[in-house]
């Protein structure tokens, strides 16, 4: 029995791990089984990142979203029909629960009847062999793979195999999903399918797409890695005319999507993972009028909230622009609390289109030099716990205030540090005589001998200190060593860090 489930946990991140968890506890107390499916298992199978979970129970999902809603999750989409919910997992995780279904075609191409089924059954009716896998999450054959159609060795072979000959007939926005699957993972449609494809075409099936589902490819493009890749092979087999004749002769935003792109990738760097689809799709959408963009938009479908997030995106970053560019700006910090609560979707966008260099160095600063001070802040945090102050709502404060300053380029070092929290805090240094007092115990053993040889001792170990640099290097040279690490463990520590952040900047 291949055993997937060391793959799959290995893959996840912890918020997708406990997820998992919730939904396969929630199915079974709900006495469901349930599986892995999709998009999912292809990611994990081909190596892809694994953007969203979507699972198939054999039973109706709705109930584990109720439950799930107790615990944190949103659910974004609930098809009472389809018996379909998509959601946030708590942890804001993407992802899907299905009921297992079968659509039941009486002719090709028409309306399919539901019936609630198998999860084999479920696999079969999917689109590509590749999206008809799935992973066992049941206590007695957990990790289990099921692929009653191969899809593994199409996945293999770099294929993309439709499962039937009717699967365009029945679905014509497969013939957009066939190429975006392709162009995505550098895959060739399997011999076969390209006949059906060819054929489809020929039929003029394209024309039949629906504009709902159009509009899902649209939304779906401008969530790819590489939506570029995948709007250049529909235009190649002229089928961006599908989603829209206006973008087909006006050609999508080809600049504005690299430059998006390479905004995703410098935020990837700084450590963000930004959802992009609402810029993204701006960016498809650049070359067109507003008017045709809206018209667009409702054409394929879009309730008119979520046309209204996109066609008004431009302008509640501009707005965000603004304000950072504001009087209430100019201090570091409060530029930092305001670019701390901009979504990150609005400060790509800036990124990648903004020509106001006052605003993208305030966002070039935040991303890459006052996050990672922030993320250094245990530091502050340890020194001053160090310095005796007790936790609690004026240790925070100070913590705080030490923070603002660094951004102003305060505080760089640790001892730096040290003298700023004093300072805030009042906590004086002890008092040097005691430190006088300790040297000797740990010096030398002419110090020793100094000491025992009363009054003259202080001229005595002077000339010793001046001696040993020449005489006996090696005694001096740990007395020095001594007086270092009389300094508090935690500077000792963060001292490296600091180094660190320093040589960036
Ligand atoms: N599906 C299908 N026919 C369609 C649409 C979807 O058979 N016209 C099936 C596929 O098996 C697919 C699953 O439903 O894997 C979920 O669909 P969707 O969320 O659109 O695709 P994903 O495979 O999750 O791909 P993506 O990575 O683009 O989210």
């Keep these: 029995m291949p055993d997937y489930m060391f793959l799959l946990e290995s893959r996840l991140s912890p918020e997708q791990r406990a997820a998992m968890m919730r939904v396969q506890e929630l199915s079974s107390a709900l006495g469901f089984n349930v599986y892995l499916t999709g998009g999912t298992v292809r990611d994990l199978i081909t190596g892809a990142s694994l953007r969203d979970l979507d699972f198939t129970v054999e039973g109706n999902p709705s109930r584990i979203a109720r439950e799930l809603e107790k615990g944190g999750a949103k659910v974004?989409?609930?098809?009472?029909?389809?018996?379909?919910?998509?959601?946030?997992?708590?942890?804001d995780c993407d992802g899907s629960i299905s009921a297992a279904r079968d659509d039941h075609y009486v002719r090709p191409g028409t309306r399919p009847e539901i019936r609630w089924s198998t999860i084999m059954e479920d696999l079969r009716r999917r689109d590509f062999s590749l999206n008809a896998i799935a992973i066992s999450l049941n206590p007695a054959s957990r990790g289990l793979l099921l692929?009653?159609?191969?899809?593994?060795?199409?996945?293999?072979?770099?294929?993309?195999?439709?499962?039937?000959?009717?699967?365009?007939?029945?679905?014509?926005?497969?013939?957009?999903?066939?190429?975006?699957?392709?162009?995505?993972?550098?895959?060739?449609?399997?011999?076969?399918?390209?006949?059906?494809?060819?054929?489809?075409?020929?039929?003029?099936?394209?024309?039949?797409?629906?504009?709902?589902?159009?509009?899902?490819?649209?939304?779906?493009?401008?969530?790819?890695?590489?939506?570029?890749?995948?709007?250049?092979?529909?235009?190649?087999?002229?089928?961006?005319?599908?989603?829209s004749p206006v973008l087909a002769k006006k050609h999508p935003g080809y600049e504005a999507i690299g430059r998006l792109m390479k905004v995703r990738e410098d935020l990837f760097t700084a450590g963000f993972r930004p959802r992009l689809a609402t810029p993204m799709l701006l960016a498809i959408l650049g070359?067109?009028?507003?008017?045709?963009?809206?018209?667009?938009?409702?054409?394929?479908?879009?309730?008119?909230?979520?046309?209204?997030?996109?066609?008004?995106?431009?302008?509640?970053?501009?707005e965000a622009q603004k304000e950072l560019l504001g009087k209430k700006m100019k201090a570091p910090?409060?530029?930092?609390?305001?670019?701390?609560?901009?979504p990150l979707d609005q400060m790509a966008y800036l990124l990648a289109e903004s020509n106001k260099s006052a605003a993208l160095s305030k966002i070039r600063a935040y991303l890459n030099k006052w996050r990672p001070v922030r993320l250094g802040?245990?530091?502050?945090?340890?020194?001053?716990?160090?310095?005796?102050?007790?936790?609690?709502?004026?240790?925070?404060?100070?913590?705080?205030?030490?923070?603002?300053?660094?951004?102003?380029?305060?505080?760089?070092?640790?001892?730096?540090?040290?003298?700023?929290?004093?300072?805030?805090?009042?906590?004086?240094?002890?008092?040097?005589?005691?430190?006088?007092?300790?040297?000797?115990?740990?010096?030398?053993?002419?110090?020793?001998?100094a000491a025992a040889m009363g009054s003259a001792a202080k001229h005595k170990h002077a000339a010793a200190k001046a001696d040993a640099k020449h005489a006996a290097k090696g005694k001096p040279a740990r007395a020095k060593s001594a007086a270092k690490h009389h300094a508090p463990a935690p500077?000792?520590?963060?001292?490296?860090?600091?180094?660190?952040?320093?040589?960036?900047?």
């Design 377 to 449: 802040l245990p530091g502050v945090t340890a020194q001053l716990e160090a310095l005796g102050m007790p936790r609690g709502p004026k240790f925070d404060n100070v913590v705080e205030q030490v923070f603002a300053m660094q951004l102003t380029g305060r505080g760089k070092t640790p001892e730096e540090r040290e003298k700023i929290l004093r300072k805030i805090t009042g906590i004086k240094e002890q008092p040097k005589k005691k430190e006088k007092e300790k040297k000797p115990a740990k010096g030398t053993d002419k110090a020793h001998a």
């Design 491 to 505: 500077r000792g520590k963060t001292a490296p860090a600091s180094k660190k952040r320093h040589s960036r900047k």
């Design 333 to 342: 910090i409060d530029a930092y609390r305001f670019l701390e609560k901009l």
């Design 147 to 243: 692929d009653p159609t191969n899809g593994l060795s199409d996945v293999e072979r770099a294929e993309v195999r439709a499962l039937t000959i009717h699967s365009f007939t029945n679905q014509p926005v497969r013939l957009l999903r066939v190429l975006r699957f392709a162009a995505r993972m550098g895959f060739k449609m399997e011999q076969r399918t390209q006949e059906w494809f060819d054929l489809a075409i020929e039929r003029e099936l394209h024309h039949t797409i629906t504009p709902e589902d159009a509009g899902a490819e649209l939304q779906a493009a401008a969530r790819e890695e590489r939506p570029a890749v995948v709007l250049k092979a529909w235009e190649e087999h002229d089928l961006l005319e599908a989603i």
């Design 287 to 318: 070359r067109l009028k507003d008017r045709e963009q809206a018209s667009l938009l409702s054409k394929v479908g879009f309730r008119s909230a979520e046309s209204a997030a996109v066609l008004e995106f431009e302008e509640v970053a501009l």
């Design 76 to 91: 974004l989409v609930e098809d009472e029909k389809l018996r379909q919910v998509e959601l946030l997992f708590a942890g």
